[in-house]
């Protein structure tokens, strides 16, 4: 009869429930315009193709470049940080879904001892000492008719998808701020040797203006002139050797080692890494799948848009389950006798039970609620934005790296035989200087053209090198490195497995590959199997 009664009472509200729809939009990709195809596709140097170079550092052929990429990848400590991110918002989704089940449950009991007072107005009533016993069992359940629950198990599946797109567009940035600070390593070095090599001509040039000037061809004008350009010189090289080792420093940084580590590492000729002269690129389209920062702004709005749902469903009303069973008892004199006994605690007569439904409804929230809907819309619409000024920007980066990678390949052509012809020019006016044929500013104009022309040359090197990294950045390539690979070392799972029970959240397994928003409150499940 009780279980009857019981089934009668809550069928109806569960049968509501089941039914009930989630309030608040449901999120719904916003439209994005983008380009066909880039400016320069009709260049004979960029190649369309549907997947750009997953591993595109190999392009330049260097085993150095190679070996420190893999090795942030393992080792960089913001890196670690977006991967424990995933962690975090795995637990946090199984929160949210446990929010779908009793949210309130307890056992509970108490024993206490009670005396009340002569004076009291009831006491000749009372026993005035005795013992209560309690124990039992309570729950309430709110029901999840307006979707509440739903929508933050929605926001919460975003959020995790979300910190997954994080960790790849924090693998896209490290990958290639790996190979921009090691291609500066290697431009400072080559600056550094350039600036060398030219003090060693100008010191010849020093000698043989010393020289003429000792037999009286020359005034000490040529010599002053000669030491001032010499030292000129040479002060370029410290402001380069500062360069550098601040190069080497933030590259130590991004390989999660102590600074001063890192010369291992870069050993083989001090060259500026040669990227090829062709390039590989998608259709603008193509970027909306493949850069993960555009898949995390879609999905930082597909959560807030769960959000909006959230708190609209606190203008409704909520209907809970209250539920309440267990056993009491009471014995008199315990205080007194010192035998206070609860053997009849358990007994048929000492149950006791309550249950039936309740509903809240915050009426009278002086436009608190309203107001909090209105908070959470407006963010969303914020997100909306940044979602597109996100793809946009992404084309504006790939177009700036496309046409800078391409227009500082010729400019390189046109420097080279600029620095071919300074060579010559050097050449020439060292030897008609030592024969007497023009004065030393011919020499010296010679010699600061060479060094200015080399050091240019090189720049403008180093910016085809670094416009290529750029480039692809900009597609969103790189993340790829990490498929199949754990987002968390295996020394920091054991770490936190010994600290806290992280059941199968650990070990942590490869982020999903699949970054589309989830599924909207209305196809989530009512009823789910929840992470213990």
């Given amino acids: 009869m009780k279980a009857a009664k019981i089934i009668k009472t809550f069928f109806p509200l569960l049968v509501l429930v089941l039914?009930?729809?989630?309030?608040?939009?449901?999120?719904?990709?916003?439209?994005?315009?983008?380009?066909?195809?880039?400016?320069?596709?009709?260049?004979?140097?960029?190649?369309?193709?549907y997947d750009v170079n997953t591993q595109w550092w190999q392009a330049f052929n260097d085993p150095n470049l190679d070996q420190l990429i893999y090795m942030a990848y393992r080792q960089n400590l913001p890196l670690?940080?977006?991967?424990?991110?995933?962690?975090?918002?795995?637990?946090?989704?199984?929160?949210?879904?446990?929010?779908?089940?009793?949210?309130?449950q307890e056992f509970f009991g108490n024993a206490a001892n009670t005396g009340v007072s002569k004076n009291a107005s009831n006491s000749a009533f009372l026993d005035r000492d005795h013992w209560d016993f309690i124990t039992g069992f309570d729950a309430s359940w709110e029901l999840d008719f307006w979707g509440r629950f739903r929508r933050g198990v929605e926001s919460a599946q975003a959020s995790l998808i979300g910190s997954t797109a994080a960790y790849d567009d924090a693998l896209v940035s490290l990958t290639a701020e790996v190979a921009r600070t090691y291609i500066l390593i290697r431009t400072n070095q080559v600056l550094i040797d350039l600036a060398r090599e030219n003090a060693g001509v100008?010191?010849?040039?020093?000698?043989?203006?010393?020289?003429?000037?000792?037999?009286?061809?020359?005034s000490e004008l040529d010599v002053s002139q000669s030491i001032t350009l010499l030292e000129s010189t040479r002060a370029t090289i410290p402001q380069f050797e500062i360069s550098l080792q601040?190069?080497?420093?933030?590259?130590?940084?991004?390989?999660?080692?102590?600074?001063?580590?890192?010369?291992?590492?870069?050993?083989?000729?001090?060259l500026i890494p040669s990227a090829p002269a062709e390039v590989a690129v998608s259709v603008p389209a193509d970027l909306l799948r493949r850069r993960p920062d555009i898949h995390s702004a879609e999905l930082a709005a597909a959560a807030q848009s769960?959000?909006?749902?959230?708190?609209?469903?606190?203008?409704?009303?909520?209907?809970?389950?209250?539920?309440?069973?267990?056993?009491?008892?009471?014995?008199?004199?315990?205080?007194?006798s010192g035998n206070a006994h609860f053997h009849n605690l358990f007994d048929n007569d000492s149950i006791f039970y309550s249950y039936g439904p309740a509903f809240h409804w915050p009426i009278c929230n002086y436009g608190r609620i309203e107001n909090n809907v209105r908070i959470q819309d407006a963010i969303y619409q914020q997100l909306l934005v940044n979602y597109q000024d996100t793809v946009i920007r992404a084309a504006q980066e790939v177009e700036d790296s496309l046409i800078g990678f391409l227009k500082s390949q010729e400019t390189a052509v046109f420097e080279q035989n600029s620095v071919n012809s300074a060579k010559r020019s050097s050449e020439l006016s060292m030897t008609q200087y030592r024969e007497g044929a023009v004065d030393y500013e011919r020499v010296l104009d010679a010699h600061r053209s060479l060094l200015l022309q080399q050091n240019s040359l090189a720049r403008t090197q180093s910016s085809i090198a670094t416009n290529m990294v750029a480039l692809y950045k900009a597609l969103g390539g790189g993340w790829e490195i990490r498929k199949g690979q754990p987002i968390v070392t295996q020394s920091t799972q054991a770490e936190m497995k010994e600290?806290?029970?992280?059941?199968r959240l650990l070990p942590a397994k490869p982020a999903r590959e699949n970054l589309n928003p989830p599924p909207s409150a209305d196809e989530i499940p009512f009823c789910q199997k929840p992470e213990w």
């Fill in 499 to 503: 600290r806290t029970n992280w059941g």
């Fill in 202 to 218: 100008q010191e010849e040039g020093l000698r043989i203006a010393d020289s003429r000037y000792r037999n009286g061809a020359t």
């Fill in 306 to 336: 769960a959000r909006i749902g959230i708190a609209k469903a606190d203008l409704y009303p909520s209907f809970v389950l209250l539920g309440e069973i267990g056993v009491q008892t009471s014995e008199h004199g315990g205080m007194q």
């Fill in 19 to 49: 039914s009930g729809c989630a309030v608040g939009p449901d999120y719904a990709r916003p439209e994005i315009k983008v380009n066909e195809n880039w400016n320069e596709v009709n260049d004979a140097r960029v190649m369309t193709q």
């Fill in 80 to 104: 670690q940080i977006s991967g424990l991110r995933i962690l975090e918002a795995r637990a946090r989704l199984a929160f949210a879904i446990g929010g779908l089940f009793p949210q309130q």
């Fill in 246 to 270: 601040q190069s080497k420093n933030a590259l130590s940084t991004l390989l999660g080692q102590p600074i001063g580590q890192l010369e291992p590492f870069l050993g083989g000729p001090r």
